[in-house]
């Protein structure tokens, strides 16, 4: 199972919006509206961000939201923030009881 | 509150074998899965497997399912996660994860395995 694909680096200014994708196939992102997103800081644990593809969990902010077409999912970011600045993973069931994640986004506030 | 408790750093040599735990509460243990996900040193996040803990069934990603077990103790709301075989590449943080209908709501701190000769 080959990792999703996500941009190595998506920067903004501070109060800007951001967009980052996330592209699988036909076997995963495409036939699922499971798509998760991770947001983790340096030496921290992943924190829940987004699931089933547009959907927060209590206590996100509502600055973070998810969309989906066809193979590419995307998480954006609007009034970037200084703690925005993290790294980015998306995940997705792909069929047969297995995961897979994404190969990581690095967000910079400029 | 939920949590994850995982067992402490270990230091392993190549060949050997190691077993991570897991110890859930705050909810019913044999309500939900568990995944078990790694980070090697700046790499990205790594699904390894999961365990649906209720009745044991497990299933693992191709790329460890011949090296990785997944299992778990209801009496001790406790899952464990053994890799063997040992490799230098398996040097990594190990995270266990609750399953919520397809996403991971709630983590463990990680396990840092390092195996070194």
């Known amino acids: 199972q080959s990792a999703l694909t996500q941009p190595a680096s998506v920067s903004g200014s501070p109060g800007q919006s951001i967009t980052i994708s996330c592209t699988g196939t036909s076997g995963d992102v495409g036939s699922y509206n499971v798509v998760s997103w991770y947001q983790q800081h340096p030496g921290k644990v992943p924190k829940l961000m987004i699931f089933d593809v547009s959907k927060r969990p209590s206590g996100v902010s509502d600055r973070f939201s998810g969309s989906k077409s066809g193979n590419t999912a995307s998480l954006t970011i609007s009034g970037l923030q200084a703690d925005d600045e993290a790294d980015y993973y998306c995940c997705s069931y792909a069929g047969a009881s297995t995961y897979v994640f994404g190969t990581a986004t690095k967000v910079t506030v400029l | 509150q939920v949590q994850l408790v995982q067992s402490g750093a270990e230091v392993k040599k190549p060949g050997a074998s190691v077993k991570v735990s897991c110890k859930a509460s705050g909810y019913f243990f044999t309500d939900y899965a568990l995944h078990w996900v790694r980070q090697a040193p700046g790499q990205r996040l790594e699904w390894m497997g999961w365990?649906?803990?209720?009745?044991?069934?497990?299933k693992y990603s191709e790329r460890f399912h011949d090296r990785v077990t997944i299992t778990r103790d209801t009496s001790a709301s406790t899952a464990y996660m053994e890799l063997s075989r040992l490799r230098s590449e398996d040097t990594a943080v190990y995270y266990c994860?609750?399953?919520?209908?397809?996403?991971?709501?709630?983590w463990g701190k990680g396990t840092t395995v390092t195996v070194s000769s």
């Open positions: 365990i649906y803990v209720g009745n044991g069934n497990t």
């Open positions: 994860a609750r399953n919520q209908e397809y996403h991971m709501d709630v």
